[in-house]
């Protein structure tokens, strides 16, 4: 998922240096947690389209890094707003080819396709399919009531 944490009390603190995730699970696992990472961020994106959460939870350079920022913005004002299609390859060919993906070899290939293109495309193909279904709903509590339903996640912090 695309996280960013907000903290509400304490402070942040910047480590210096790089960071590894050297995850050695399989590719099932792999597949099995993005997809439920897909359905989350499905519902993220019908609950910012469609206005669903109670309450201004967006993300400012106050709140969080100027960078997450300029990410979240970025991926509501443009990324989310264009064919998923086409938003998916886009991205798929910035990180392959422009950021140079393509010099991990064979692994990075498949990495590259599963994270940036099959992920976001599932994502996308799941907001279609959830939309489609929800579209039914006559009033803010209908829906987020659907979108439940549909999703088995609780969405009790929306009401």
Known sequence: MDEHMV???????VIDGGFADCNLNDLTFFTTKHNRYATREAMDVLIEKYGLRVGD???TTKSV??????KRWTKEKIY??????LSVTGYFLYRYVIRLGFLDGREGLVYHLLQGF????????KVMEYEKLLSSATNREEAVREL???TGYDVSDLK
């Open 7 to 13: 903290l509400k009390s304490g402070r942040a603190v």
């Open 57 to 59: 939870v967006r993300m």
């Open 65 to 70: 890094s100027a960078q997450a920022a300029i």
């Open 80 to 85: 989310n707003r264009c064919p998923f299609w």
């Open 118 to 125: 099959w992920y976001r495309f599932l994502v996308g193909a």
């Open 148 to 150: 439940a339903g549909l």
